[in-house]
T-cell receptor, first 114, second 110 residues
Framework: DMKVTQMPRYLIKRMGENVLLECGQD?????MYWYRQDPGLGLQLIYI???????SEGDIPKGYRVSRKKREHFSLILDSAKTNQTSVYFC?????????????FGEGTRLSVL | QQKVQQSPESLTVSEGAMASLNCTFS??????FRWYRQHSAKGLEVLVS????GEKEEGRFTAHLNRANLHVSLHIREPQPSDSAVYLC??????????FGDGTQLVVKP
Protein backbone atom coordinates (compact mmCIF):
# COMPACT_ATOMS: atom_id res chain seq x y z
CA ASP A 1 0.00 0.00 0.00
CA MET A 2 1.55 3.32 -1.08
CA LYS A 3 1.99 5.54 1.91
CA VAL A 4 3.96 8.47 3.26
CA THR A 5 4.65 8.09 6.96
CA GLN A 6 5.43 10.99 9.26
CA MET A 7 6.82 10.73 12.76
CA PRO A 8 5.95 11.88 15.29
CA ARG A 9 2.31 12.83 14.74
CA TYR A 10 2.26 15.24 17.68
CA LEU A 11 5.15 17.07 19.32
CA ILE A 12 5.50 19.69 22.02
CA LYS A 13 8.82 21.48 22.41
CA ARG A 14 10.13 24.48 24.28
CA MET A 15 11.54 27.51 22.54
CA GLY A 16 15.23 27.00 21.80
CA GLU A 17 15.07 23.22 21.68
CA ASN A 18 16.03 21.32 18.55
CA VAL A 19 13.31 19.54 16.61
CA LEU A 20 13.56 16.62 14.21
CA LEU A 21 10.60 15.68 12.02
CA GLU A 22 10.92 12.52 10.01
CA CYS A 23 9.25 11.38 6.83
CA GLY A 24 9.46 8.03 5.07
CA GLN A 25 8.10 6.46 1.91
CA ASP A 26 8.56 3.00 0.47
CA UNK A 27 7.77 3.78 -3.16
CA UNK A 28 11.26 4.89 -4.23
CA UNK A 29 9.89 8.30 -5.10
CA UNK A 30 12.62 10.71 -6.17
CA UNK A 31 10.93 13.95 -5.19
CA MET A 32 9.95 14.78 -1.63
CA TYR A 33 8.57 17.93 -0.04
CA TRP A 34 8.11 19.59 3.31
CA TYR A 35 5.22 22.03 3.75
CA ARG A 36 3.76 23.81 6.70
CA GLN A 37 0.09 24.67 6.97
CA ASP A 38 -1.23 27.59 8.97
CA PRO A 39 -4.73 29.06 9.15
CA GLY A 40 -5.10 31.88 6.64
CA LEU A 41 -1.75 31.12 4.99
CA GLY A 42 -2.49 27.76 3.43
CA LEU A 43 0.28 25.34 2.53
CA GLN A 44 3.71 26.89 2.23
CA LEU A 45 6.67 25.05 0.72
CA ILE A 46 9.70 24.87 3.01
CA TYR A 47 12.03 22.59 1.06
CA ILE A 48 11.92 20.31 -1.94
CA UNK A 49 14.27 17.40 -2.51
CA UNK A 50 14.82 15.96 -5.99
CA UNK A 51 16.81 12.96 -4.73
CA UNK A 52 19.52 12.04 -2.24
CA UNK A 53 21.55 15.14 -1.30
CA UNK A 54 19.73 17.21 -3.94
CA UNK A 55 17.69 19.70 -1.96
CA SER A 56 16.36 23.13 -2.84
CA GLU A 57 14.84 25.88 -0.77
CA GLY A 58 11.16 26.50 -1.09
CA ASP A 59 9.37 29.72 -0.25
CA ILE A 60 9.99 29.81 3.52
CA PRO A 61 13.27 27.99 4.27
CA LYS A 62 14.50 30.35 6.99
CA GLY A 63 14.83 28.58 10.32
CA TYR A 64 14.73 25.12 8.76
CA ARG A 65 17.15 22.67 7.25
CA VAL A 66 16.68 19.28 5.70
CA SER A 67 18.55 16.06 5.26
CA ARG A 68 18.10 13.37 2.64
CA LYS A 69 20.73 10.65 2.86
CA LYS A 70 18.49 7.85 1.62
CA ARG A 71 15.84 8.12 -1.06
CA GLU A 72 13.19 6.78 1.33
CA HIS A 73 13.77 9.30 4.13
CA PHE A 74 13.52 13.07 4.26
CA SER A 75 14.05 14.87 7.55
CA LEU A 76 13.16 18.41 8.57
CA ILE A 77 15.28 19.96 11.30
CA LEU A 78 14.55 23.04 13.35
CA ASP A 79 17.66 24.23 15.16
CA SER A 80 16.58 26.23 18.20
CA ALA A 81 12.84 26.22 17.57
CA LYS A 82 10.83 29.41 17.77
CA THR A 83 7.24 29.91 18.85
CA ASN A 84 6.27 31.07 15.35
CA GLN A 85 7.24 27.63 14.06
CA THR A 86 4.19 26.18 15.78
CA SER A 87 2.30 24.66 12.86
CA VAL A 88 1.21 21.51 11.11
CA TYR A 89 3.98 20.10 8.94
CA PHE A 90 3.26 17.92 5.95
CA CYS A 91 5.63 15.74 3.99
CA UNK A 92 4.83 14.57 0.46
CA UNK A 93 6.49 12.48 -2.21
CA UNK A 94 6.13 11.77 -5.89
CA UNK A 95 7.87 10.13 -8.83
CA UNK A 96 10.24 12.39 -10.76
CA UNK A 97 9.07 15.99 -11.05
CA UNK A 98 5.54 15.17 -10.07
CA UNK A 99 4.02 16.08 -13.41
CA UNK A 100 2.20 12.87 -14.08
CA UNK A 101 1.59 11.57 -10.61
CA UNK A 102 -0.01 13.58 -7.86
CA UNK A 103 2.18 13.89 -4.78
CA UNK A 104 1.11 11.67 -1.89
CA PHE A 105 0.89 13.41 1.45
CA GLY A 106 1.51 12.13 4.94
CA GLU A 107 -0.93 12.68 7.79
CA GLY A 108 1.05 15.61 9.17
CA THR A 109 2.99 16.40 12.34
CA ARG A 110 1.40 18.87 14.73
CA LEU A 111 4.21 20.82 16.37
CA SER A 112 3.73 23.20 19.27
CA VAL A 113 6.66 25.34 20.36
CA LEU A 114 6.05 26.85 23.80
CA GLN B 1 5.35 33.99 -8.22
CA GLN B 2 2.28 31.95 -9.05
CA LYS B 3 -0.89 33.04 -7.27
CA VAL B 4 -3.68 30.54 -6.77
CA GLN B 5 -7.03 31.78 -5.49
CA GLN B 6 -10.05 29.71 -4.59
CA SER B 7 -13.68 30.67 -4.27
CA PRO B 8 -15.90 30.56 -2.42
CA GLU B 9 -14.13 30.42 0.94
CA SER B 10 -16.95 28.29 2.27
CA LEU B 11 -19.88 26.51 0.71
CA THR B 12 -22.86 24.72 2.21
CA VAL B 13 -24.94 22.38 0.08
CA SER B 14 -27.62 19.84 0.75
CA GLU B 15 -26.91 16.15 0.32
CA GLY B 16 -27.44 15.21 -3.32
CA ALA B 17 -27.13 18.73 -4.74
CA MET B 18 -24.19 19.55 -7.03
CA ALA B 19 -21.28 21.36 -5.38
CA SER B 20 -19.10 23.62 -7.54
CA LEU B 21 -15.74 25.00 -6.48
CA ASN B 22 -13.55 27.47 -8.36
CA CYS B 23 -9.83 28.12 -8.68
CA THR B 24 -7.96 30.80 -10.62
CA PHE B 25 -4.22 30.91 -11.22
CA SER B 26 -1.91 33.61 -12.47
CA UNK B 27 0.70 31.81 -14.58
CA UNK B 28 -0.60 30.82 -18.00
CA UNK B 29 2.26 28.38 -18.54
CA UNK B 30 0.95 26.15 -15.74
CA UNK B 31 0.38 22.67 -17.05
CA UNK B 32 -0.58 20.48 -14.13
CA PHE B 33 -3.67 20.92 -11.96
CA ARG B 34 -4.99 18.87 -9.08
CA TRP B 35 -7.75 18.93 -6.56
CA TYR B 36 -7.11 17.59 -3.08
CA ARG B 37 -9.47 17.01 -0.19
CA GLN B 38 -8.45 17.46 3.44
CA HIS B 39 -10.61 16.20 6.25
CA SER B 40 -10.10 17.83 9.61
CA ALA B 41 -6.73 16.96 11.20
CA LYS B 42 -5.83 14.69 8.30
CA GLY B 43 -3.50 14.64 5.33
CA LEU B 44 -4.36 15.55 1.75
CA GLU B 45 -6.14 13.09 -0.50
CA VAL B 46 -5.88 13.60 -4.26
CA LEU B 47 -9.25 13.58 -6.02
CA VAL B 48 -8.54 14.39 -9.66
CA SER B 49 -5.61 15.52 -11.82
CA UNK B 50 -6.02 17.36 -15.13
CA UNK B 51 -3.32 18.36 -17.61
CA UNK B 52 -5.17 19.73 -20.68
CA UNK B 53 -8.17 21.90 -21.36
CA GLY B 54 -11.49 20.20 -21.02
CA GLU B 55 -12.96 17.84 -18.50
CA LYS B 56 -11.65 14.97 -16.37
CA GLU B 57 -13.92 12.76 -14.32
CA GLU B 58 -12.95 10.56 -11.40
CA GLY B 59 -16.05 8.97 -9.91
CA ARG B 60 -18.29 11.72 -8.52
CA PHE B 61 -15.58 14.36 -8.97
CA THR B 62 -15.17 16.26 -12.27
CA ALA B 63 -12.53 18.88 -12.99
CA HIS B 64 -12.89 21.46 -15.77
CA LEU B 65 -9.84 23.33 -17.04
CA ASN B 66 -9.78 26.46 -19.17
CA ARG B 67 -6.18 27.66 -19.36
CA ALA B 68 -7.02 30.67 -21.51
CA ASN B 69 -9.25 31.92 -18.69
CA LEU B 70 -6.74 30.81 -16.03
CA HIS B 71 -9.51 28.82 -14.40
CA VAL B 72 -10.02 25.31 -13.11
CA SER B 73 -13.13 24.10 -11.32
CA LEU B 74 -14.26 21.05 -9.39
CA HIS B 75 -17.79 19.72 -9.46
CA ILE B 76 -18.96 17.15 -6.96
CA ARG B 77 -21.96 15.12 -8.03
CA GLU B 78 -24.37 13.89 -5.34
CA PRO B 79 -22.28 15.10 -2.40
CA GLN B 80 -22.63 13.26 0.88
CA PRO B 81 -22.01 14.44 4.46
CA SER B 82 -18.73 12.48 4.38
CA ASP B 83 -17.57 14.86 1.63
CA SER B 84 -17.54 17.71 4.15
CA ALA B 85 -13.91 18.84 4.16
CA VAL B 86 -11.54 21.50 2.88
CA TYR B 87 -10.87 21.29 -0.85
CA LEU B 88 -7.51 22.51 -2.12
CA CYS B 89 -6.55 23.47 -5.64
CA UNK B 90 -2.92 22.74 -6.60
CA UNK B 91 -1.15 24.17 -9.65
CA UNK B 92 2.30 23.17 -10.95
CA UNK B 93 4.67 24.51 -13.56
CA UNK B 94 8.10 22.94 -13.71
CA UNK B 95 10.38 20.74 -11.61
CA UNK B 96 7.68 19.74 -9.18
CA UNK B 97 6.95 23.14 -7.67
CA UNK B 98 3.34 23.10 -6.52
CA UNK B 99 1.32 26.12 -5.50
CA PHE B 100 -1.81 25.70 -3.39
CA GLY B 101 -4.86 27.83 -2.93
CA ASP B 102 -6.15 28.57 0.56
CA GLY B 103 -9.00 26.12 0.19
CA THR B 104 -12.79 26.00 0.16
CA GLN B 105 -14.54 24.66 3.25
CA LEU B 106 -17.41 22.47 2.04
CA VAL B 107 -20.26 21.47 4.35
CA VAL B 108 -22.78 18.93 3.11
CA LYS B 109 -25.99 18.89 5.13
CA PRO B 110 -28.03 15.67 5.37
Amino acid sequence: DMKVTQMPRYLIKRMGENVLLECGQDMSHETMYWYRQDPGLGLQLIYISYDVDSNSEGDIPKGYRVSRKKREHFSLILDSAKTNQTSVYFCASTIGGGHNQAPLFGEGTRLSVL
Amino acid sequence: QQKVQQSPESLTVSEGAMASLNCTFSDGTSNNFRWYRQHSAKGLEVLVSIFSDGEKEEGRFTAHLNRANLHVSLHIREPQPSDSAVYLCAVSIIRGRIFFGDGTQLVVKP
